[in-house]
C-alpha cells in the first residue's frame, strides 16, 4: 500500500525565462549558421532548440485544492500539493486530482427493511479526496468505486431497520439523525481505501412506494338493462327464417323462404320475438 507524501517542485517563473532565452538564443544561431555557413553553429543551435523546446514540457500548473501526482517510468516519487506555476522534469508523468469537495446524489432504491415491507430510499453524500495514493494506486476508478459503495451502504443500512416502529426502537423514519449518523460511518469505512473522506451523508428520499391499483374489472361486468342488445353476426336458425303469419310474402319477390336473409322486413317480426324470448 502507498503511502502519500509530499513532493517540492521548482517554481516555473523562474525557468520560463532561462528557458525562452535558450530557445532565442538558438534560434539566432540557427539564422547565422546558415548566413556563415558553418556546420558547428548549425549542430550547436539545433542542438539548442532541442534541449529548450524539452525543457518547456515539464512546465505544468497546479490549481487550488487541487494536485498534481508524479510518477517516474511507474515508479511514484510523491505529490505536489504547492499551487502556482511549477516545473518538473520533463520525464515525470503528471497526474492532477481534484481535492475539492463533490455532491453524489444518489438514485432512488427498492429494498425490503428488517420486518420485509419494500421501501423507496435515496442519500445524498459529501465526499472529498484526501489520499491521492489511494485514489490513484488502490482501487481502479475512483468515482465508480464511491458510486457502487454509497449504494451497497444504504442498502445495507435500509434492511438493517424497520421504516417504522415504536418511540423507544430505532426505525428509518423516526431516527432520521441517528440513521445518518451510522451511515456515515459506514462510508467512512468503506471508502477510507480509496483515500475519501465523506464529509456529510444524509436521507434524501424515504417512503414506501405506492400500491399499484387493483385490475380493471369491468368486461366481465354484465351490462346494464337500459343497454340494448348488440344483435349476433352468428347465422340465423333454421326456425327465425321461417314464414311469418303477420306478413305476407310479397309476389314481386324471387327469393324463397329458406333463403330470406335475417334483416329482411318478413323475418324481423320473428327476430324481434325470438330476441324478447332469450331475454
Given amino acids: 500500500m502507498h503511502t502519500e507524501k509530499p513532493m517540492k517542485v521548482a517554481s516555473g517563473l523562474f525557468f520560463l525565462p532561462f528557458l525562452l532565452l535558450l530557445l532565442g538564443g538558438s534560434i539566432w544561431l540557427f539564422v547565422n549558421a546558415i548566413t556563415h555557413e558553418s556546420v558547428w553553429m548549425l549542430a550547436t543551435s539545433i542542438t539548442g532548440m532541442v534541449v529548450s523546446i524539452f ?6 500548473v497546479v490549481n487550488p485544492n487541487e494536485a498534481a501526482v508524479v510518477l517516474l517510468f511507474g515508479d511514484y516519487r510523491g505529490t505536489v500539493k504547492q499551487n502556482g506555476f511549477c ?3 520533463p520525464f515525470y508523468t503528471k497526474i492532477k486530482i481534484s481535492l475539492r ?7 432512488r432504491i427498492k429494498v425490503n427493511d428488517l420486518t420485509g415491507n419494500p421501501i423507496e430510499i435515496a442519500a445524498v ?8 495514493t489511494g485514489a490513484l494506486f488502490e482501487v481502479d476508478h475512483y468515482e465508480d468505486y464511491i458510486h457502487t459503495q454509497s449504494e451497497a451502504a444504504l442498502r445495507h443500512l435500509a434492511s438493517a431497520f424497520p421504516y417504522d416502529g415504536g418511540e423507544d426502537e430505532l426505525t428509518l423514519r423516526g431516527t432520521t439523525e441517528e440513521i445518518n449518523h451510522r451511515l456515515e460511518q459506514e462510508l467512512h469505512e468503506r471508502l477510507s481505501r480509496a483515500g475519501v473522506e465523506v464529509v456529510e451523508a444524509r436521507l434524501s428520499h424515504l417512503r414506501t412506494p405506492p400500491r399499484s391499483p387493483a385490475p380493471c374489472c369491468s368486461a366481465s361486468r354484465p351490462a346494464p338493462w337500459w343497454r340494448p342488445a348488440r344483435r349476433s353476426s352468428r347465422a340465423p336458425s333454421a326456425w327465425s327464417n321461417a314464414p311469418c303469419r303477420s306478413s305476407a310474402r310479397s309476389p314481386s319477390s324471387s327469393w324463397t323462404t329458406s333463403a330470406r336473409p335475417p334483416w329482411s322486413r318478413t323475418s324481423w317480426s320473428c327476430c324481434a320475438a325470438t330476441t324478447g324470448r332469450s331475454r
Fill in 55 to 60: 525543457l518547456l514540457a515539464g512546465l505544468f
Fill in 87 to 89: 516545473w518538473a522534469s
Fill in 101 to 107: 469537495a463533490r455532491n453524489l446524489n444518489g438514485e
Fill in 125 to 132: 453524500v459529501v465526499w472529498r479526496v484526501v489520499d491521492t
